[in-house]
């Protein structure tokens, strides 16, 4: 087992280098070929071995006339030790030669990138270069989406040498193929970093550190360039993918390209969210599990035919077949690795030989690129074929308990007289239930074996826990050896030029796909398929998986815990529950404490959203009452920042606000009703005749709340000695040109000596109104109107105001400038929060006085 720790200490070494990177511990002028010394001198350690001679315990009288040996320290723990530093050096070593912001010199491409807010800027400079086309052709939405190497930039006619992928969009008009020569004009910038996605990291893992923007592309002429076998996996994998295009009808043949192909482009996003919701997307992407059902059907069909020692050829084959079929790139060669560990642990019966290999095969692939340890695909692939090695036979042998509780019992032999002829039906029979268990075994079990282990993952990326997970994988897991096994057949029938025989083989995957889909929209239909679990983190990800390895060597664990003296096994099995209790009772007690915490606390909450470019602001009363004041422009965001405040078993709201119906207030709000239940909205005269708002309406009279009317002198009691006062707008609205945003609901909250003025888009005309009528506007916390646009927000305004505290929520460099210069030097002197750069700003208050956080 050195080779796993040594694994572990390497994968450490990694992470301790990006965090000594980030920390500007090694940079730059950090040797790029360190850690091939330190690997080097890996086989030198035994050599440690002759300078650490066995120390003796002194202590202990032994008899060793009697030829008893003292016990000492083993002479390899010191040759050990040195082999873990050094590959942890080594780890450290490695990421600071691949870092995820290289150092970047005039020959690499990424020297020339803009910043990338000047990503449509039409005004900004542009490059001219040249390259191939260097990854398969993504088509969606009427778009293309390319990966293409550059090897030289032209400046003034001249080409420059120079290195490096970018990845750009263009039209469908002109089709590209990989390996054309093709030259490019445009805006190149660096990949942005989104508020919920590190989109310049996931980039950076595939090596593209440049995008493209306003692409002008053309082909050159001239031969294919690129790999020629990865041309030729290509243009079967285009071939297939139109074979099935043409055979199925959609949102069918966009799952079985993403299913046998690996082009996950044509599956349409609500479809897509429904798999991920009912934990199911490891159907419908190439993984470990995914190609560990293909080797264990191969397998299954081999052992019958050659025997169980000589199935795992068929297995193999079947792996390696269906890895050439998808193209055969990186993560495709990475799940087919995963899947034939889990061929080689069934194969040996010994889980400790393919810890190892996966060990290994961990270590060759961090080794070749050490981004790949962050790659979500690679850490669910090594967990998935890790679940497999751990729980497997485990599963598979509680299973075949389960089943023999319902066989019945074998009678007493009786000799025949004569030969004996077995019944056709007998046989078919017996066949069918061997085919069906089968079927369940390689589908379900493996399913279950995989999620164990990739669950936590799930949830720590994802912040999402399917309830209906079990269910579904139940339901839809018989059928997918037909879509993977009969679909493949189709395809390569179908690629070979027989199309009628390939319409005969995909009758029996369409039939599968088209179950699949039904089951899961039926389950993800159900009330509560999915849980969102907020503040999950890394301390509950490690402390899962510390439960799962403690499950998983659990009675190694009691051999050394008995072997000290600790703990008696035969008291620990009559006192203590099994760990099947213990597990249960350890989620139980999570649970209930979750809710405890989460409970209402007495205090008045307000939470400013970190919704980016646009309003959104959730009230939490005394007693746990909730209104949500906007929305931004993404339900991902607004329901991501929701779950991160709101009680975990909370899916209730006893008020929503619109301030006024402009997109990045509004167009989230739409989508609330159908995630929450939604009691009463707050809707306002103006906003009732303005056309623009009617989605929103008709979203809240889909989901029966009641809508009310309210104006300027209005007040809403929402207990504890809490009040929304309605100030603004006028029954009959607020003429003016910018009628949306000068009509916006504004509203005061109220509670003891603390209140908080809540603006909407409201600007400088509306503000110059309130002063003349006298309007109650002084309050301890002000949102600063329109995101901080200087069309609001006037010195005279903000002195009556005289908040203790100012707020702006706007979104990390926008487009429109917000928070603008002179209403930042209006605000000078006073505490002021953005939510760009503050993230979630939560403030609470007893009534007397108030207490600030920042997410970041």
Same mark, same amino acid.
């Given at each position: 087992?050195?080779?796993?720790?040594?694994?572990?200490?390497?994968?450490?070494?990694?992470?301790?280098?990006?965090?000594?990177?980030?920390?500007?511990?090694?940079?730059?002028?950090?040797?790029?070929?360190?850690?091939?010394?330190?690997?080097?001198?890996?086989?030198?350690?035994?050599?440690?071995?002759?300078?650490?001679?066995?120390?003796?315990?002194?202590?202990?009288?032994?008899?060793?006339?009697?030829?008893?040996?003292?016990?000492?320290?083993?002479?390899?723990?010191?040759?050990?030790?040195?082999?873990?530093?050094?590959?942890?050096?080594?780890?450290?070593?490695?990421?600071?030669?691949?870092?995820?912001?290289?150092?970047?010199?005039?020959?690499?491409?990424?020297?020339?990138?803009?910043?990338?807010?000047?990503?449509?800027?039409?005004?900004?400079?542009?490059?001219?270069?040249?390259?191939?086309?260097?990854?398969?052709?993504?088509?969606?939405?009427?778009?293309?989406?390319?990966?293409?190497?550059?090897?030289?930039?032209?400046?003034?006619?001249?080409?420059?040498?120079?290195?490096?992928?970018?990845?750009?969009?263009?039209?469908?008009?002109?089709?590209?193929?990989?390996?054309?020569?093709?030259? @490019?004009?445009?805006?190149?910038?660096?990949?942005?970093?989104?508020?919920?996605?590190?989109?310049?990291?996931?980039?950076?893992?595939?090596?593209?550190?440049?995008?493209?923007?306003?692409?002008?592309?053309?082909?050159?002429?001239?031969?294919?360039?690129?790999?020629?076998?990865?041309?030729?996996?290509?243009?079967?994998?285009?071939?297939?993918?139109?074979?099935?295009?043409?055979?199925?009808?959609?949102?069918?043949?966009?799952?079985?390209?993403?299913?046998?192909?690996?082009?996950?482009?044509?599956?349409?996003?609500?479809?897509?969210?429904?798999?991920?919701?009912?934990?199911?997307?490891?159907?419908?992407?190439?993984?470990?599990?995914?190609?560990?059902?293909?080797?264990?059907?191969?397998?299954?069909?081999?052992?019958?035919?050659?025997?169980?020692?000589?199935?795992?050829?068929?297995?193999?084959?079947?792996?390696?077949?269906?890895?050439?079929?998808?193209?055969?790139?990186?993560?495709?060669?990475?799940?087919?690795?995963?899947?034939?560990?889990?061929?080689?642990?069934?194969?040996?019966?010994?889980?400790?030989?393919?810890?190892?290999?996966?060990?290994?095969?961990?270590?060759?692939?961090?080794?070749?690129?050490?981004?790949?340890?962050?790659?979500?695909?690679?850490?669910?692939?090594?967990?998935?074929?890790?679940?497999?090695?751990?729980?497997?036979?485990?599963?598979?042998?509680?299973?075949?308990?389960?089943?023999?509780?319902?066989?019945?019992?074998?009678?007493?032999?009786?000799?025949?007289?004569?030969?004996?002829?077995?019944?056709?039906?007998?046989?078919?029979?017996?066949?069918?239930?061997?085919?069906?268990?089968?079927?369940?075994?390689?589908?379900?079990?493996?399913?279950?074996?995989?999620?164990?282990?990739?669950?936590?993952?799930?949830?720590?990326?994802?912040?999402?826990?399917?309830?209906?997970?079990?269910?579904?994988?139940?339901?839809?897991?018989?059928?997918?050896?037909?879509?993977?096994?009969?679909?493949?057949?189709?395809?390569?029938?179908?690629?070979?030029?027989?199309?009628?025989?390939?319409?005969?083989?995909?009758?029996?995957?369409? @039939?599968?796909?088209?179950?699949?889909?039904?089951?899961?929209?039926?389950?993800?239909?159900?009330?509560?398929?999915?849980?969102?679990?907020?503040?999950?983190?890394?301390?509950?990800?490690?402390?899962?998986?510390?439960?799962?390895?403690?499950?998983?060597?659990?009675?190694?664990?009691?051999?050394?815990?008995?072997?000290?003296?600790?703990?008696?096994?035969?008291?620990?099995?009559?006192?203590?529950?099994?760990?099947?209790?213990?597990?249960?009772?350890?989620?139980?007690?999570?649970?209930?404490?979750?809710?405890?915490?989460?409970?209402?606390?007495?205090?008045?909450?307000?939470?400013?959203?970190?919704?980016?470019?646009?309003?959104?602001?959730?009230?939490?009363?005394?007693?746990?009452?909730?209104?949500?004041?906007?929305?931004?422009?993404?339900?991902?965001?607004?329901?991501?920042?929701?779950?991160?405040?709101?009680?975990?078993?909370?899916?209730?709201?006893?008020?929503?606000?619109?301030?006024?119906?402009?997109?990045?207030?509004?167009?989230?709000?739409?989508?609330?009703?159908?995630?929450?239940?939604?009691?009463?909205?707050?809707?306002?005269?103006?906003?009732?005749?303005?056309?623009?708002?009617?989605?929103?309406?008709?979203?809240?009279?889909?989901?029966?709340?009641?809508?009310?009317?309210?104006?300027?002198?209005?007040?809403?009691?929402?207990?504890?000695?809490?009040?929304?006062?309605?100030?603004?707008?006028?029954?009959?609205?607020?003429?003016?040109?910018?009628?949306?945003?000068?009509?916006?609901?504004?509203?005061?909250?109220?509670?003891?000596?603390?209140?908080?003025?809540?603006?909407?888009?409201?600007?400088?005309?509306?503000?110059?109104?309130?002063?003349?009528?006298?309007?109650?506007?002084?309050?301890?916390?002000?949102?600063?109107?329109?995101?901080?646009?200087?069309?609001?927000?006037?010195?005279?305004?903000?002195?009556?105001?005289?908040?203790? @505290?100012?707020?702006?929520?706007?979104?990390?460099?926008?487009?429109?400038?917000?928070?603008?210069?002179?209403?930042?030097?209006?605000?000078?002197?006073?505490?002021?929060?953005?939510?760009?750069?503050?993230?979630?700003?939560?403030?609470?208050?007893?009534?007397?006085?108030?207490?600030?956080?920042?997410?970041?």
């Amino acid at each position: 087992m050195v080779l796993l720790t040594c694994t572990l200490a390497y994968l450490t070494g990694i992470v301790a280098g990006r965090l000594a990177w980030q920390a500007g511990l090694i940079g730059c002028d950090f040797p790029a070929w360190l850690w091939l010394a330190f690997l080097a001198l890996l086989p030198l350690t035994p050599l440690l071995k002759t300078l650490s001679p066995p120390v003796v315990d002194q202590t202990m009288r032994w008899p060793q006339q009697a030829g008893f040996v003292p016990p000492g320290r083993s002479p390899w723990r010191t040759a050990v030790w040195a082999a873990l530093a050094l590959c942890a050096m080594a780890g450290l070593a490695r990421f600071a030669a691949h870092p995820l912001t290289p150092c970047w010199t005039p020959s690499d491409l990424a020297y020339y990138n803009l910043p990338a807010a000047r990503a449509f800027d039409q005004d900004a400079p542009q490059v001219t270069v040249t390259g191939f086309v260097s990854s398969y052709p993504l088509v969606s939405d009427g778009k293309q989406r390319l990966d293409v190497r550059v090897d030289a930039r032209l400046e003034d006619g001249v080409a420059q040498p120079v290195t490096g992928t970018l990845r750009l969009s263009t039209g469908t008009r002109s089709r590209f193929r990989y390996g054309q020569p093709v030259r @490019l004009r445009g805006r190149l910038v660096t990949p942005p970093q989104f508020e919920d996605f590190a989109y310049a990291d996931y980039l950076a893992r595939k090596g593209v550190f440049s995008l493209l923007y306003g692409a002008q592309l053309d082909p050159l002429p001239g031969p294919a360039r690129g790999n020629p076998v990865t041309r030729a996996l290509y243009a079967l994998r285009t071939r297939g993918e139109r074979v099935l295009n043409r055979l199925l009808p959609e949102p069918y043949a966009g799952l079985a390209n993403g299913m046998l192909l690996g082009i996950e482009a044509g599956i349409p996003d609500d479809l897509y969210d429904q798999f991920n919701l009912t934990g199911t997307s490891h159907v419908i992407v190439i993984s470990g599990s995914n190609v560990a059902l293909i080797a264990a059907v191969f397998a299954a069909v081999g052992t019958r035919l050659l025997g169980r020692r000589r199935a795992v050829y068929p297995a193999l084959l079947g792996i390696a077949a269906f890895a050439l079929l998808v193209g055969g790139d990186a993560a495709v060669l990475r799940a087919a690795l995963m899947g034939g560990l889990f061929v080689h642990a069934t194969a040996l019966g010994r889980r400790s030989t393919a810890l190892v290999s996966l060990a290994l095969a961990c270590w060759i692939m961090t080794l070749i690129n050490p981004l790949t340890l962050w790659d979500v695909g690679f850490q669910l692939s090594s967990a998935a074929t890790a679940g497999l090695i751990l729980f497997s036979p485990a599963i598979t042998a509680a299973f075949d308990r389960f089943v023999s509780r319902f066989r019945r019992p074998a009678a007493l032999p009786v000799m025949p007289s004569g030969p004996v002829m077995e019944s056709p039906v007998t046989g078919v029979a017996a066949s069918s239930k061997v085919a069906l268990r089968s079927l369940i075994q390689d589908g379900l079990l493996i399913t279950i074996a995989a999620n164990i282990t990739t669950l936590p993952l799930v949830i720590f990326y994802f912040g999402r826990l399917s309830l209906v997970s079990l269910l579904t994988n139940l339901l839809i897991a018989p059928v997918q050896p037909l879509i993977m096994l009969w679909g493949s057949a189709g395809v390569l029938a179908g690629a070979a030029g027989l199309m009628w025989p390939a319409r005969l083989l995909l009758l029996a995957p369409w @039939l599968s796909l088209v179950w699949t889909v039904r089951m899961v929209e039926w389950t993800a239909a159900l009330p509560g398929a999915s849980l969102e679990i907020a503040h999950y983190g890394l301390g509950g990800l490690l402390m899962t998986y510390g439960l799962i390895f403690a499950v998983a060597q659990r009675r190694t664990l009691m051999t050394r815990a008995k072997a000290l003296g600790q703990i008696d096994r035969s008291w620990l099995q009559s006192h203590l529950v099994g760990p099947a209790t213990a597990g249960l009772l350890s989620v139980a007690a999570v649970v209930i404490w979750a809710a405890a915490l989460t409970q209402p606390d007495g205090l008045l909450h307000v939470h400013f959203l970190d919704i980016g470019q646009g309003d959104g602001i959730l009230i939490q009363t005394p007693s746990g009452r909730q209104v949500l004041i906007d929305g931004g422009l993404s339900p991902q965001t607004l329901f991501s920042e929701l779950g991160a405040v709101m009680p975990f078993w909370d899916r209730h709201l006893d008020m929503v606000l619109l301030t006024h119906p402009d997109g990045d207030h509004m167009a989230a709000q739409i989508d609330v009703p159908a995630r929450f239940a939604v009691d009463q909205a707050l809707d306002t005269s103006v906003s009732q005749a303005n056309p623009d708002a009617q989605p929103w309406r008709d979203a809240l009279a889909a989901a029966g709340a009641t809508v009310h009317i309210d104006a300027a002198g209005g007040w809403i009691d929402l207990g504890d000695g809490v009040a929304l006062w309605v100030l603004w707008p006028p029954p009959d609205g607020f003429a003016h040109e910018h009628a949306d945003n000068e009509n916006s609901l504004v509203v005061k909250l109220v509670y003891g000596a603390f209140s908080a003025l809540l603006t909407g888009d409201a600007g400088l005309p509306a503000e110059a109104e309130w002063l003349r009528r006298g309007t109650p506007i002084q309050a301890t916390v002000l949102k600063v109107g329109h995101h901080g646009s200087k069309s609001g927000s006037s010195p005279e305004f903000i002195r009556a105001v005289d908040p203790a @505290l100012a707020v702006i929520q706007v979104g990390a460099e926008n487009s429109y400038g917000h928070p603008h210069a002179e209403v930042l030097a209006t605000l000078d002197g006073r505490m002021v929060l953005r939510t760009d750069q503050a993230g979630r700003i939560h403030v609470s208050s007893d009534g007397q006085t108030m207490r600030v956080e920042r997410a970041r």
